[in-house]
């Protein structure tokens, strides 16, 4: 009641207030415009998930039912500063996912600033804490390649496995190669732009080694069109492939092994390695 006072002293309409108010999406209604909006242009369907997932998991139950025009920088440091530093991945990618929402309001003429523009200095810095991968020293991986190959994974996961190390490619691609990506005339894969992380088609030439496994696959396969199939003829799982060299001297280090090593045969293109550093990792979002 005192802010319609207010506003009438103000020479404002309170009538035509509340019924702006009222016709202004709320904040969840937002979130789901958007995500419709930008679903068809992702190539992920576990990162559209996501997207929409971590706004309802942190600020929907927050400021979802309050108009997105009245959404203050307040509130959406509220959501952010008690992950902020303890989840800080987790409350980046919130920050731009609430940032996108934001300006789409901004954009439809629904509020006329972007509340996420000047929250940084209040959250602060999350400092270094950025962790990457360990990778296996170079006089190490043909004693891992030894270790995945007398584990108990399957033939298949075995093969999946040094494929990805002597092709220096993601995980996902290599669960995913088909038959058709293979040019045996040329000894080369040939990974579609959309498979790829950065959605360009990406040539990889195959040494020797890389070429037999495929002829050892390729009898395991039993004609299915993916070049390691799992069982049920599905792409085998991340952690089937990526698990495999866990089993080596230490698990705490993930699946990130260099591409050159004498034992296994040198280097992408076949010739003979000259010791430069290569790594084949997981997947990333």
Request: proline residues 8%.
């Amino acid at each position: 009641m005192f802010a319609n006072r207010k506003l009438a002293r103000e020479g404002g309409d309170p009538l035509s207030e509340k019924r702006r108010v009222e016709s202004t999406p709320t904040f969840a209604d937002a979130v789901r415009q958007v995500w419709k909006q930008l679903r068809p242009g992702w190539r992920s369907p576990e990162h559209a998930q996501l997207w929409l997932s971590s706004l309802e998991r942190y600020a929907v139950p927050r400021i979802g039912k309050m108009p997105i025009s009245e959404v203050t920088s307040a509130d959406v440091i509220g959501i952010l500063a008690p992950i902020w530093h303890d989840m800080p991945p987790t409350a980046r990618k919130l920050r731009q996912r609430i940032r996108a929402v934001m300006e789409w309001a901004v954009a439809m003429d629904l509020r006329p600033d972007n509340p996420c523009d000047r929250i940084g200095p209040v959250l602060g810095s999350q400092g270094n804490g950025v962790r990457h991968m360990r990778a296996f020293p170079h006089g190490e991986v043909s004693s891992a390649i030894e270790t995945v190959q007398a584990s108990n994974a399957r033939p298949v996961v075995k093969l999946a496995f040094e494929f990805l190390v002597l092709t220096a490619t993601r995980s996902g691609e290599v669960r995913g190669a088909l038959w058709t990506e293979i040019d045996r005339d040329e000894g080369a894969w040939i990974i579609p732009a959309p498979r790829t992380k950065g959605n360009r088609e990406h040539r990889v030439p195959l040494c020797g080694r890389a070429l037999e496994i495929l002829e050892e696959a390729r009898a395991l396969g039993r004609g299915s069109p993916l070049v390691f199939s799992g069982r049920a003829r599905k792409a085998h799982g991340e952690h089937g492939v990526v698990g495999a060299a866990q089993g080596g001297r230490d698990r705490s280090c993930a699946t990130r092994v260099p591409v050159e090593f004498p034992r296994l045969g040198g280097r992408r293109d076949g010739s003979s390695p000259r010791g430069r550093g290569g790594g084949a990792g997981t997947q990333g979002p």
